[in-house]
């Protein structure tokens, strides 16, 4: 059963405080995505990870710092979390890398307000 | 600037008819095109992807027409029913110093109405 797990669904922060969302899949694909989700702007890229420890930032990394010690696993890290960074995070996953015809699987998103 | 622009954020179509989504790109240098959809509280997942050496795919009902002269790919979807009430959100994919990435548009909400 193909799937990519985002824990957790819902998570509600201070202004200040570090928030970490956990992305897992059992595909053993190489790369791995965090997107975020805002109305009207779609889906932006924050990290790429093309393997273990492997990772490239995307379009918007400011303010955000990723981590992939296993290749299942793939963490969104948040700094002393601002409210701007209210928004849907989708984490996702490939079997190559994205662009060459790969079939992204997402995660079902955190909902992550900082308040 | 935003490089995958979907310019029209909602379309309704009567059931039965065709829904045509549109989406145009900046960078030339994409060579994967794809259709995502999207309901409510799930996740994305891919409907139909094409690479920049066809201008068409079908499948079923779906349609991906691209224009690469233009910066423009299509997805139609004929016959349309209430449950293709979705977001449908376009991808293109390009490589970049041997890094590939997928840049999403902004979506278009699509609502087929009985």
């Known amino acids: 059963d193909m799937k990519v797990t985002q824990m957790p669904r819902y998570l509600i922060k201070r202004m200040g405080e570090n928030v970490l969302l956990e992305c897992g899949q059992d595909?053993?694909?190489?790369?791995m995505y965090w997107y975020r989700q805002d109305p009207g702007l779609g889906l932006q890229l924050i990290y790429i990870s093309y393997d273990v420890d492997s990772n490239s930032e995307g379009d918007i990394p400011k303010g955000y710092r990723v981590s992939r010690k296993k290749r299942e696993h793939f963490s969104l890290i948040l700094d002393s979390a601002k409210t701007n960074q209210t928004s849907v995070y989708f984490c996702a996953s490939s079997l190559g890398q994205g662009a060459r015809a790969e079939t992204l699987y997402f995660g079902s998103g955190t909902r992550l307000t900082v308040l | 600037g935003q490089q995958v622009k979907q310019s029209s954020p909602s379309l309704t179509v009567q059931e039965g008819g065709i829904s045509i989504l549109n989406c145009d790109y900046e960078?030339?240098?994409?060579?994967?095109f794809a259709w995502y959809k999207k309901y409510p509280d799930n996740s994305p997942t891919l409907l139909i992807s094409?690479?920049?050496?066809?201008d068409k795919r079908e499948d079923g009902r779906l349609t991906v027409f691209l224009n690469k002269s233009g910066k423009h790919f299509s997805l139609h979807i004929t016959a349309s029913q209430p449950e293709d009430t979705a977001v449908y959100l376009c991808a293109a994919g390009v490589n970049q110093g041997g890094s590939a990435k997928l840049i999403f548009g902004e979506g278009t909400k699509l609502t087929v109405s009985s």
């Open positions: 094409v690479r920049s050496n066809v």
């Open positions: 960078n030339d240098m994409f060579d994967y």
């Open positions: 595909m053993s694909h190489e790369t």
